[in-house]
């Protein structure tokens, strides 16, 4: 028996075309159903657990209208801008730096194989002003392509704090600062904040699978490289049902073992588009979702994580993504610090742009390194904690949290434009636009893009 969950708007992976769609709940999971009058119908598994979906949507929130942007024109989500329709502020804004990039992997949102363009130092100083201009000072990732294949990467980081930005991430898949100790620690030098890493498996099988070649190593030595540079990681896993998603629990045991320089996961299972839209349609009615993310996480870990310590996101669609803040004590058990009814207890009229770039700001960089504790071991046996002075405790707390978090990205499939005009997370385009990343990368069965990388 189907049950209307609600009505939104979704486009038809065929054509694009703008058309009505609904959730429903079926068998105790949710899907997306629409139909184009040209293409057809298609419905697509979007949460694994229906409970948990009508929870999670019982604390959405709608942040107030943009109002400032221009009006809309070709009607959402052609008009991004941000159009005066568009709800809250920029959280993460990113700059894709460049088209080039040192890898064609199998699965890539990036147009690199056909784009070659590369703005300019004053076409990325608009960008930053873009970015300011709709979020202050938010996250900012420097993304692309493989931003380290650029010469003047340190010049733009160095222009970013310039400008205000507390905050600048590299996106890179690890290559060059695995293999250029020396890069590294010029990037931080000239004000990178945080490596955000491409690391999706403990396993060389898996990185031939997505990634086309044995990265292991790679990616083993470039977190190597960041502890001797003292600068943050956070691990980026794509999960592909049936293939690493039974790793989850792996990579948190890894990530433990690196604390304090490894700052957290975050899981994005795979979406379908960019390189990875049309040859893979058998696969859409058993996708990945965040809620299979939180069940491997849940179950990979011993009971260590549980569903309860888990923070969907406030701003709607609160399916959008979740996270959840660990504590290491010194036996090496996580202590969750994060419960899922803390969002009750958030004020109407929280300014959520801001609120997710101080949790960025304080949780996903490495602190001040000259403070670390002197005994910098992830490794404490149980029953050796000792007794500590509060000042030694709040010291250990400021260094030693882990975020667990996740996000799926939209593809034609399972795109809500509701939930499109709440997203926070923005491409910045060289002429001074602010696109949601969903519909900035977002591909047709035959590859056609919504917004072209020009």
Excluded at 181 to 201: H, P, T
Aim: neutral net charge; charged residues 30%.
């Amino acid at each position: 028996m189907k049950t209307i969950i609600n009505e939104t708007q979704s486009l038809c992976p065929e054509c694009l075309r703008k058309i009505p769609a609904r959730h429903i709940e079926e068998d105790g999971k949710v899907f997306l159903e629409k139909e184009c009058p040209e293409h057809g119908s298609y419905q697509v598994l979007v949460w694994s657990d229906a409970e948990q979906y009508r929870e999670w949507m019982e604390q959405s929130v709608h942040a107030e209208p943009c109002r400032t942007g221009p009006e809309m024109k070709m009607d959402c989500p052609l008009d991004c801008g941000l159009c005066r329709e568009h709800e809250g502020k920029t959280c993460t804004a990113v700059l894709e730096i460049t088209y080039r990039c040192n890898m064609e992997c199998e699965v890539c949102f990036a147009d690199t194989k056909k784009a070659r363009y590369e703005p300019g130092l004053a076409e990325i100083k608009r960008m930053y002003e873009t970015a300011y201009r709709n979020g202050g000072d938010c996250s900012i990732q420097l993304s692309g392509g493989e931003p380290t294949v650029r010469a003047d990467l340190p010049e733009i980081l160095r222009m970013g704090k310039g400008m205000g930005f507390s905050h600048i991430q590299v996106n890179t898949n690890g290559i060059r600062i695995a293999k250029d100790l020396e890069y590294l620690r010029e990037l931080k030098a000239a004000g990178a904040d945080l490596i955000y890493l491409q690391f999706d498996s403990l396993r060389d099988e898996v990185y031939r699978e997505i990634r086309g070649k044995n990265l292991l190593d790679v990616k083993l030595q470039a977190v190597a490289n960041c502890e001797q540079a003292s600068i943050g990681v956070i691990l980026v896993p794509v999960l592909v049902k049936g293939l690493n998603d039974r790793e989850a629990g792996d990579l948190i045991v890894y990530a433990r073992k690196h604390m304090p320089i490894v700052k957290g996961v975050h899981f994005q299972p795979i979406s379908y588009f960019g390189r990875y839209p049309n040859d893979h349609g058998s696969l859409i009615w058993d996708r990945m979702n965040l809620s299979d993310v939180l069940h491997c996480l849940i179950s990979q870990t011993g009971g260590e994580m549980k569903e309860k310590d888990f923070v969907p996101r406030k701003r709607y669609d609160a399916h959008c993504a979740f996270s959840a803040l660990y504590y290491l004590e010194e036996d090496g058990r996580l202590k969750p610090i994060t419960e899922n009814v803390q969002n009750q207890q958030i004020p109407e009229g929280t300014d959520f742009a801001r609120r997710a770039n101080a949790y960025t700001n304080q949780h996903w960089k490495l602190q001040d390194e000259g403070s670390l504790p002197a005994d910098r071991s992830s490794d404490a046996a149980p029953g050796q904690t000792g007794r500590r002075s509060m000042k030694d405790f709040i010291r250990r707390l400021k260094h030693y949290t882990l975020s667990i978090s996740g996000m799926g990205f939209q593809d034609a499939y399972n795109i809500d434009i509701g939930r499109l005009k709440g997203c926070c997370v923005h491409v910045i385009t060289s002429d001074g636009r602010a696109v949601p990343l969903c519909a900035f990368h977002l591909t047709s069965l035959k590859g056609r893009r919504l917004y072209k990388n020009e």
